[in-house]
């Protein structure tokens, strides 16, 4: 071996020892294949179809249809009665669990744990009125109304009283829920 630089035959009696993979195997990188504007516009319109599909689920499961325009007076009328029975439900449930007190006030879990039936009552008599209004999409558009609004508010009652809210923040809110319990009594009537 020299010092000096290698020559061609040096070079050429490298490649003579290299193994069968190396020789096969290119030093470069293939070049990708080059396309065509036309035939990427499937993709594109594929991504299009795709991003509008998304946003017409999204729509759909944000805003549920309450259109009963085409169900019948037997369908609106068992919708009816089966949203007020929910709400009454619900309603039962927020009373008694809003209303229990702590058989030992002097005991921290146990004011706690009357304070989580409260809390569960609101957040969880919420979502289930969400969920029926959701499965009776034939009940009359005002009652609908009126149980997404209530079933809101308790919801928001609930996360106040999570977060610790004061009364100058609930109080309001206790007062809508007042109205909406009056709207949907005469409505279920």
């Not at 007020?84 to 004011?111: E, F, G, M």
């Not at 308790?154 to 109205?179: C, E, F, H, M, W």
Request: hydrophobic fraction near 40%; aromatic fraction near 4%.
């Amino acid at each position: 071996m020299s010092d000096g630089p290698l020559t061609k035959s040096a070079h050429a009696e490298s490649h003579k020892h290299s193994s069968p993979e190396e020789q096969s195997s290119p030093k470069e990188p293939l070049p990708l294949p080059h396309r065509s504007k036309a035939s990427q516009w499937p993709v594109y319109a594929a991504l299009a179809i795709a991003v509008i599909a998304a946003a017409l689920a999204a729509l759909a499961y944000f805003h549920p249809a309450h259109n009963n325009a085409s169900a019948t007076a037997q369908q609106r009328g068992d919708a009816k009665a089966n949203v007020c029975s929910a709400y009454a439900a619900v309603r039962k449930a927020v009373v008694i669990n809003t209303h229990l007190q702590s058989p030992n006030p002097h005991d921290p879990i146990a004011q706690l744990s009357v304070a989580t039936n409260a809390r569960l009552a609101l957040l969880g008599s919420g979502a289930y009125l969400h969920d029926r209004l959701a499965a009776n999409i034939a009940a009359p558009a005002d009652l609908a109304d009126a149980v997404n609004s209530i079933a809101n508010t308790i919801q928001q009652l609930g996360i106040n009283y999570l977060t610790r809210a004061t009364p100058d923040v609930q109080d309001p809110i206790r007062k809508d829920l007042n109205s909406e319990i009056t709207q949907i009594d005469k409505l279920c009537a």
